[in-house]
């Protein structure tokens, strides 16, 4: 079974402009996870979606935006970067249904760099 | 309010050291206990879940067990390719499926 899947693997951006991260879960999965990771910082919850509708959000600005499709593929946006979002993001699917928990798989993540 | 705490937050040991990590938690109805390893600059791997107390998984070198407030990622005789961040994750009853993460743990093994 194939794992998760980031594109791009690295990008380099300059502040002030926008950038798209892309997704594909593992197959059968429907909930999907995003998350920030710096230098030092733990994992940083960004949103999660589940068939298509977001089901939970971290504590991050407007800047910061996503959306799932209806084959279960993930993209997020953020706009206006800022230096401080140099960073690692990192993708993670799970079945997402209800019940016992479910664990997360996580892709390579996209290494996105600011200047 | 739910939280997860890892503890030491680094540790250095000989290889063929065992020791054990902990993960602490307060949760309101636990779901499941999640554990992971990641290697700098990659996704974390997952290793265990435990859903219930007295509940024990194995893989390895490597043992979780879980308590009603913590869990315990004991590693027998380690490597140095065991050295990596070991990360502790928690889903409560009440937190809408998303997981609560501890800080981790990093683990490095001198030969």
């Known amino acids: 079974k194939a794992g998760v899947t980031q594109t791009p693997r690295y990008l380099i951006k300059t502040r002030g402009q926008q950038v798209t991260l892309s997704c594909s879960p593992i197959s059968g999965h429907r909930s999907v996870s995003w998350y920030q990771q710096t230098p030092g910082q733990g994992l940083q919850f960004l949103f999660e979606?589940?068939?298509?509708?977001?089901?939970n959000k971290g504590n991050f600005p407007g800047r910061f935006s996503g959306r799932q499709f209806s084959n279960s593929r993930s993209e997020m946006n953020v706009s206006t970067l800022e230096l401080g979002d140099s960073a690692l993001y990192l993708c993670a699917s799970s079945l997402g249904t209800s019940g016992r928990g479910h664990e997360q798989y996580f892709g390579p993540g996209t290494r996105l760099t600011v200047t | 309010e739910d939280q997860v705490t890892q503890s030491p937050e680094a540790l250095r040991l000989q290889e063929g050291e065992s020791s054990s990590l902990n993960c602490s938690y307060t949760?309101?109805?636990?779901?499941?206990l999640f554990w992971y390893r990641q290697d700098p600059g990659k996704g974390p791997e997952f290793l265990f879940t435990?859903?219930?107390?007295?509940e024990e998984k194995e893989k390895e070198r490597l043992k979780a067990t879980l308590t009603k407030k913590e869990s315990f990622l004991h590693i027998t005789a380690p490597k140095p390719e065991d050295s990596a961040t070991y990360l502790c994750?928690?889903?409560?009853?009440?937190?809408?499926?998303?997981?609560?993460w501890g800080a981790g743990t990093k683990l490095i093994i001198k030969p």
């Open positions: 994750a928690v889903q409560a009853g009440d937190s809408n499926y998303q997981l609560i």
């Open positions: 435990l859903y219930s107390a007295g």
């Open positions: 979606y589940f068939s298509e509708t977001q089901r």
């Open positions: 949760v309101s109805g636990l779901r499941g």
